[in-house]
T-cell receptor, first 114, second 114 residues
């Protein structure tokens, strides 16, 4: 049973460019969240998707947007990249039918903005 | 808003030493509490959790007790191994519609020497 998978693993972008990161949740999971983890820091919640809609959002600007597809996979888009967007982006999934279900994380996508 | 504070690291121990990593939290409601571990080059893994006051979460020799009166969830292990070297994150999640949004501490780096 595959866990949470993310792509790409690493990427380098230039300031001002746009990036799309992808996530496939663990089998049977319908809720996907995205986190940003800067070097040496704990992950920060960006947003959560359920039934193809954004359900919750953290304190991130509108440059950060997302999408969830009917198969529950998700994309994170970041526009007008800044140097400060360089971080590890983590995707997490859970079965949204019960509040007690465990949250599983992928290995992340390392984004470097130069 | 919600917040989690962990003891500052890094923590360096010899094998078989006793480990304590302190964690305190601030929350508006009655959160669930978690410890996640991040091994080098890997994603976050749930180590243990507790969902109500006085609950003790345990896994792989690690334990933490949910102390509502002191708003704490300290991680302990009686005898650490070299393989326990990793970054440890304390986290909380509020209930209801906010479940699935994790608020993390800044992480504590643990290094265990033979």
């Amino acid at each position: 049973d595959a866990g949470v998978t993310q792509s790409p693993t690493h990427l380098i972008k230039t300031r001002g460019q746009q990036v799309t990161l992808r996530c496939s949740p663990k089998s049977g999971h319908d809720t996907v969240s995205w986190y940003q983890q800067a070097l040496g820091q704990g992950p920060q919640f960006i947003f959560q998707y359920y039934e193809e809609e954004e359900r919750q959002r953290g304190n991130f600007p509108d440059r950060f947007s997302g999408h969830q597809f009917p198969n529950y996979s998700s994309e994170l888009n970041v526009n007008a990249l800044l140097l400060g967007d360089s971080a590890l982006y983590l995707c997490a999934s859970r079965d949204g039918t019960s509040s007690g279900n465990t949250i599983y994380f992928g290995e992340g996508s390392w984004l470097t903005v130069v | 808003g919600d917040s989690v504070t962990q003891m500052e690291g890094p923590v360096t121990l010899s094998e078989e030493a006793f480990l304590t990593i302190n964690c305190t939290y601030t929350a508006t409601g009655y959160p669930s509490l978690f410890w996640y571990v991040q091994y080098p080059g890997e994603g976050l893994q749930l180590l243990l959790k507790a969902t109500k006051a006085d609950d003790k979460g345990s896994n792989k020799g690690f334990e933490a007790t949910y102390r509502k009166e002191t708003t704490s969830f300290h991680l302990e292990k009686g005898s650490v191994q070299v393989s326990d070297s990793a970054v440890y994150f304390c986290a909380l999640s509020e209930g209801g519609t906010s479940y699935g949004k994790l608020t993390f501490g800044q992480g504590t780096i643990l290094t265990v020497h033979p």
